[in-house]
T-cell receptor, first 113, second 117 residues
Framework: DQQVKQNSPSLSVQEGRISILNCDYT??????FLWYKKYPAEGPTFLIS?????DKNEDGRFTVFLNKSAKHLSLHIVPSQPGDSAVYFC????????????FGTGTRLQVTL | ETGVTQSPTHLIKTRGQQVTLRCSSQ?????VSWYQQALGQGPQFIFQ???????GRGNFPPRFSGLQFPNYSSELNVNALELDDSALYLC????????????????FGPGTRLTVL
């Protein structure tokens, strides 16, 4: 049972354009969502998060949007840079089990010149 | 300040064998979580250790076990290895009270790639 889904395995975007990565979840108990970036041979690195009491959180070029009614979140990267090329994982937790993160399957972003 | 380190980097075992993976947590962190990432999948939570006690477990059989030591480093042990155990095993450390911490302050190591033949 995949509770966090990233339906696009890959995405290619030109440098300078916007990258939009999507994530859907099914468990209504999730109330905290995170995005991680992963380069080859490295562990996932925390990028940005959002609590369910908000619908938007920004950090520099990265913005996460949350639509609770649709159980959908998205990560926007503007402008995209070649160094953003990596695998992006969406993850979720509920405050009752803050020890456990449930991850999606990842989206490989390639930013081309 | 050193980050999370894991050893070994790669490991090859045969079916039925036992394996021990090691993780050194980031300085000052008292909580370690282990995740399994199979090829093409996202990381899956195995269990967490807080101050040497298991503090939450995912949907993994008992042949997956762990330890946390007084210096907060940790081991993941897998007995009776199966082909499906082939995966990247990730360790993540964090600092919290009673095992509760801000999940966005969890730092991952580079992982151990286990291949079971």
């Amino acid at each position: 049972d995949q509770q966090v889904k990233q339906n696009s395995p890959s995405l290619s975007v030109q440098e300078g354009r916007i990258s939009i990565l999507n994530c859907d979840y099914t468990n209504s108990m999730f109330d905290y969502f995170l995005w991680y970036k992963k380069y080859p041979a490295e562990g996932p690195t925390f990028l940005i998060s959002i609590s369910s009491i908000k619908d938007k959180n920004e950090d520099g070029r990265f913005t996460v949007f949350l639509n609770k009614s649709a159980k959908h979140l998205s990560l926007h990267i503007v402008p995209s840079q070649p160094g953003d090329s990596a695998v992006y994982f969406c993850a979720a937790s509920d405050t009752g089990t803050a020890s456990k993160l449930t991850f999606g399957t990842g989206t490989r972003l390639q930013v081309t010149l | 300040e050193t980050g999370v380190t894991q050893s070994p980097t790669h490991l090859i075992k045969t079916r039925g064998q036992q394996v021990t993976l090691r993780c050194s947590s980031q300085s000052g962190h008292n909580t370690v979580s282990w995740y399994q990432q199979a090829l093409g999948q996202g990381p899956q939570f195995i269990f967490q250790y807080y101050r040497e006690e298991e503090n939450g477990r995912g949907n993994f059989p008992p042949r997956f076990s762990g330890l946390q030591f007084p210096n907060y480093s940790s081991e993941l042990n897998v007995n009776a290895l199966e082909l499906d155990d082939s995966a990247l095993y990730l360790c993540a450390s964090s600092s919290g009270t009673s095992g509760v911490y801000l999940v966005n302050e969890q730092f991952f190591g580079p992982g151990t790639r286990l291949t079971v033949l």
